[in-house]
């Protein structure tokens, strides 16, 4: 992980995340850029990757860049929607997204990403809608 990774985004990743072998390449206040290594478990047909990891790529770079510039009394936040649209096959290469946050609310952020190949394709395109809220769970 590079210099540019806040402590905070380098402890223990879920398992989700780690499931998928995704890797935080940089953070900065308000963006994620995150990488979806390829390999042959994450392949639907062919060489091609699965639309679902895609997604998961998309929800994951987003929560990261949500959760990169929140004040310390938010505790807890939930993806509240997500949208992707898939602009062409990836085939057998790693996958990038970047994420940036459009708006923050009080409560409600939100994030535009973009996935493209290591050569600048553009693979897909992602929004998401993240709520956050505080205190103890309900």
């Not at 402890?11 to 390829?38: A, K, N």
């Not at 997604?55 to 509240?80: F, H, Y």
């Not at 997500?82 to 946050?101: F, K, P, Q, S």
Request: proline share 7%.
């Amino acid at each position: 992980m590079s210099e540019r990774i806040p402590n905070e985004f380098r402890g223990q990743p879920e398992p989700f995340f780690t499931l998928l072998g995704l890797q935080i390449e940089e953070v900065q206040p308000d963006f994620c850029r995150m990488r979806l290594p390829f390999r042959p478990a994450l392949r639907t047909g062919g060489e091609v990757v699965h639309g679902g990891a895609i997604a998961s790529l998309i929800d994951n770079a987003g929560v990261v860049a949500v959760w990169s510039n929140v004040p310390p009394e938010i505790t807890r936040g939930a993806t509240a929607s997500m949208t992707v649209n898939y602009l062409t096959a990836a085939e057998g290469v790693d996958l990038i997204a970047e994420a940036r946050i459009v708006r923050r609310g009080r409560s409600v952020v939100f994030v535009d990403v973009t996935v493209s190949s290591p050569d600048g394709e553009s693979v897909a395109k992602g929004t998401l809608v993240y709520k956050l809220s505080g205190g103890s769970p309900r």
